[in-house]
């Protein structure tokens, strides 16, 4: 069967947490809880008066084993009685060897007598008989002498000859029996009692504290051994309590070690003022059609007052079950099974409806009332209650929840198959979405190759332009420079006076001609006229004529370079 998760978390108000740093009594007659005053009867750690007082029992405190010996052999001379600690010499060569560390043991008319110091013993007494040697951190019990010492963390238990037990933490004793005997039961571990004596909550397996009985063997009468508890080793851990009984009261002892070995004083149990949750299925509740369904509820709570519930329960889970059932019942048998298929998801995520929030809200509102009225008689206060789901039981039951499976599972479904539709259309949506994207980064990429042929050919023709024009008028200045210099030549030709120096400048004009014909050209000089000059000018222009002639043909590598043709008149 698919259960579907539900909600129906309620918070009652929190009381403060009480811490157990003091011990409680409740009188179980009138239910009057009080601060503890008088505790006779629990934690006896120290050693009774009745034993102090008697007279061969010695007690060591920071002394040792051999120290208490000597005292109490003291003790038995002043009182008339044969000495404790023997009066034999030590030898060097023969007899039983004592170490340090160790006592020897004789027997001397059926009492006991010690070597204390160590050395070789030599028994030449016919009455001593050597019992053999002992460790003096062991404990002993030899003819009537017991002796034992323990260490932190260690506790003798004894009990003295008129049976009454008590306990010895962190120290030891010597004694003789004189008139019965004192006798240690045994030796306990306080700091740990060992797993085996772990006490667990039932309900919830949580640690409450640790608890070890310590037995002795009576014989009866007709031979038979039974085994009695005479005292009682409590570890209780942080934040928990002890409860004990002495007649009509109730004791709460806090966190720490704890003894009884008063047998007035009873244990009641442990107690935890933590926080616990517990998730269990309810019985069967009937709907007003009759179909039984079961809750799977989560419960958190604390206990507050544990003398409270003590007098009646041994948890606290014990005292809100019945509750809480009895809450169910009262709120499922108004509901209907349509309204328990509404809220079957509360969330209204999957099943989606509106009229779910009036049964949890009936369910929050009357149970957590009537757990919190029951609670606080017992000293728990109930911090939530949850709902996680819901079963159908019977025939009918099982019937309708398949039927409501089907119409989950087809709902679910359909959300599924619109979610997925949904899901493409999106993912439709987002490629179409990159297309475009990607076709207006193409128009813009076009649109800028664009712009730029454009603005290039535009620079292109204003830079043709500007060149044309800059070449024009260079030309033209060319030009006008150029008129400028055959200007200022005439008007230097003009204003020549001398005929040799007239004479010269035609020469030179005709070199010029001469020099724009080509390079094969012969050239023959023509007589000048008589009448033109004086004997000394003619002559005077034919020699820089002739001069003129011989460097036009010397700078002239071409003619050089070809052979002469045929002379030719011009």
């Known amino acids: ?60 405190r ?25 009066r034999k010499p030590t030898r060097l060569f023969f007899g039983n060897t004592v170490q340090a560390g160790q006592i020897g043991l004789y027997e001397h008319n059926g009492r006991p007598v010690v070597a204390v110091k160590p050395g070789k013993y030599l028994n030449m007494s016919l009455v001593h008989s050597w019992e053999g040697r002992h460790n003096i951190t062991d404990q002993l019990d030899f003819l009537g002498l017991t002796f034992g ?8 238990v004894v009990q003295a000859p008129n049976n009454q037990v008590f306990c010895i933490r962190n120290g030891g004793f010597c004694a003789l029996g004189y008139e019965g005997r004192f006798k240690i039961i045994d030796v306990v571990d306080t700091l740990n009692l060992g797993d085996e004596c772990a006490v667990r909550e039932h309900s919830t397996r949580q640690l409450l504290g640790w608890r070890k009985e310590v037995k002795a063997i009576v014989q009866t009468t007709n031979g038979a051994s039974v085994r009695v508890t005479v005292a009682t080793f409590f570890n209780v851990p942080a934040n928990n309590v002890l409860i004990v009984q002495q007649g009509d009261r109730l004791l709460e ?42 809750l799977n509820v989560n419960l958190r709570y604390r206990l507050a007052e544990p003398l409270l519930l003590a007098r009646h329960y041994d948890e606290p889970f014990m005292a809100l079950e019945n509750p809480a059932q009895s809450a169910v019942n009262a709120v499922v048998s108004r509901l209907s099974y349509q309204q328990f298929m509404r809220a079957k998801n509360v969330a209204g995520a999957d099943v989606p409806d509106v009229d779910y929030t009036s049964w949890i809200e009936t369910f929050k509102d009357e149970c957590m009332r009537e757990l919190t009225r029951q609670a606080e008689t017992y000293g728990i206060c109930v911090e939530s209650f949850n709902v996680l789901d819901r079963e159908l039981e019977g025939d009918l039951g099982k019937d309708l929840q398949k039927q409501a499976d089907l119409v989950l599972q087809n709902q679910i479904r359909a959300t599924q198959i619109s979610l997925e539709n949904a899901i493409k259309l999106e993912a439709e949506k987002g490629r179409l979405r990159v297309a475009e994207v990607e076709a207006e980064q193409k128009r813009t990429r076009t649109d800028a ?35 400028k210099e055959i200007e200022l030549i005439s008007q230097a030709y003009r204003g020549v006076q001398d005929s040799a120096a007239l004479h010269i400048m035609l020469a030179e004009l005709e070199i010029k001609k001469t020099q724009a014909l080509p390079p094969n050209t012969v050239y023959f000089s023509g007589a000048a006229g008589a009448g033109s000059s004086s004997g000394f000018d003619q002559a005077y222009m034919s020699g820089y004529g002739s001069a003129l002639g011989v460097g036009l043909a010397q700078s002239s590598d071409t003619a050089r370079s070809l052979p002469v043709p045929p002379a030719k008149v011009l």
């Open 1 to 60: 069967m698919s259960t579907t998760s539900m909600s129906g978390n309620t918070k009652a108000p929190q009381a403060p947490a009480r811490q157990p740093t003091h011990a409680m009594i409740l009188d179980t007659k009138t239910g009057q809880v009080m601060p503890a005053t008088d505790m006779d009867g629990t934690d006896d750690w120290s050693v009774p008066e009745s034993v102090k007082q008697h007279p061969f029992f010695v007690e060591t």
């Open 62 to 86: 920071d002394g040792s084993i051999v120290e208490a010996l000597r005292i109490l052999n003291d003790r038995l001379i002043s009182a008339g009685m044969k000495n404790l600690i023997t």
């Open 149 to 156: 010492q323990v260490g932190q963390g260690e506790t003798l």
């Open 253 to 294: 002892l806090p966190a720490g070690q704890h003894v009884i070995t008063n047998p007035t004083t009873t244990f009641r149990g442990f107690f935890s003022l933590a926080e616990r949750q517990k998730t269990f299925k309810t019985k069967p509740a009937y709907t007003v059609e009759g179909v039984p369904v079961i």
């Open 449 to 483: 190759d664009y712009y730029a042929s454009v603005k290039g050919a535009a620079a292109k023709t204003e830079a043709s332009a500007m060149q044309a024009k800059q070449d024009a008028e260079n030309i033209r200045l060319l030009a006008d420079a150029k008129a």
